[in-house]
């Protein structure tokens, strides 16, 4: 298990009471004009006046009463070179002169810049990352235990020098083909993972936002080899492409063929059954026109045969025997010619007729 540092007590923080620059306004001077009060008075005024200008030109205000923290900082301070646990905020404030020291902390989001990382590839090729950006953040509650730990250069340990140890790490793992182009786009992230996993077990406060990796800059015959290369997959790639749009081309042209033949297809399926239904239309009109034409004649037979049927019933009750003596005698009447004897030769008479006249002739 890891030891871990034992804090500090926490120290309080003193505060010194300037006496004022000026006389306040009900101030009235001592009788007589007290010479020594208004000396001491003015050398106060210039030790504050020396104390300001001090705390301007010197870093970290060791002469300064008064020092300033500006905005996205946190400010830290060390006593005897021990680091206290007070954290102020952006603002003025007072520290002891030369006894009490502070640094601005950043705890906003910073760009760390890790240049030139040289690295040897799993092939044994050198090839050298110009430039690393790292973005990042001090969270501030884990500002004392971070910079107790690894002081206010934390991010040379966690950022500079941890990139260097990632990056070799990577490129020792990967030939130059994976790390230049294969694999080059997935740099970013491992980075950015395999920095963080280290920071949230040994160093909680600082957050890796995300990692930026340029190119990495390759020897010149071996990036002529890998332009050849592009060139040549380029090539290939568009005679890819080519292939796959006449395929393309030939599978519409094929479509539109296929379309044609269907509705070529469709047509003449529609015209046919045009056809039958005209001809169904023609052989259900026919039929009707049969039924119609039967019914009719057998309308006009049946009155045909009633006619005959009734007329045979009129001539049957007509055909009585006075009836017909009276049409044979009509008949013989209108004949000029009248032959008498036994026998009438090549003359046919119908044998109930005669035989009718002559039963009269004998009455």
Not at 8 to 25: K, N, Y
Not at 195 to 218: F, L, M
Request: hydrophobic share 35%; proline share 6%; glycine share 4%.
């Amino acid at each position: 298990m890891d030891a871990q540092p034992q804090s500090p007590p926490q120290q309080q923080q003193q505060e010194v009471s300037l006496p004022p620059a000026c006389p306040p306004p009900d101030y009235s001077p001592p009788e007589g004009g007290d010479f020594s009060t208004i000396l001491v008075r003015a050398v106060s005024l210039a030790v504050v006046i020396l104390v300001f200008s001090s705390s301007m030109s010197t870093p970290n205000g060791g002469f300064s009463i008064l020092h300033q923290i500006p905005e996205g900082h946190v400010g830290v301070y060390w006593r005897g070179g021990a680091l206290l646990k007070t954290i102020t905020d952006p603002g003025f404030h007072w520290k002891l002169p030369l006894v009490t020291q502070f640094e601005p902390i950043q705890v906003t989001i910073q760009t760390d810049e890790v240049r030139d990382i040289p690295c040897g590839t799993k092939g044994g090729v050198m090839i050298s990352f110009g430039k690393i950006e790292v973005v990042n953040r001090l969270r501030k509650e884990y500002v004392y235990e971070t910079l107790l730990n690894y002081g206010v250069k934390y991010d040379k340990t966690w950022i500079y020098d941890k990139i260097h140890h990632e990056i070799n790490q990577f490129c020792s793992l990967h030939s130059l083909q994976e790390v230049y182009i294969d694999v080059f786009d997935q740099i970013d992230e491992k980075m950015k993972e395999a920095i963080q996993i280290d920071c949230t077990r040994y160093a909680p406060g600082i957050q890796i936002i995300s990692v930026r990796v340029t190119k990495p800059t390759i020897p010149d015959s071996v990036k002529r080899n890998f332009e050849q290369m592009e060139e040549e997959r380029t090539k290939v790639l568009i005679a890819i492409e080519k292939q796959k749009v006449a395929e393309k081309e030939a599978e519409t042209q094929k479509k539109m063929a296929l379309a044609e033949a269907e509705k070529n297809s469709e047509v003449s399926r529609i015209l046919m059954e045009q056809k039958v239904m005209e001809k169904i239309s023609a052989k259900r009109q026919q039929e009707v026109e049969n039924e119609v034409y039967l019914a009719r004649e057998k309308s006009l037979a049946d009155a045909s045969f009633y006619r005959a049927m009734r007329e045979a019933e009129a001539n049957r009750l007509k055909l009585t025997p006075e009836f017909l003596e009276l049409k044979f005698i009509e008949a013989i009447a209108n004949n000029s010619k009248i032959f008498f004897g036994d026998k009438v030769p090549k003359m046919i008479f119908d044998q109930r007729l005669l035989g009718n006249f002559l039963s009269d002739i004998d009455k």
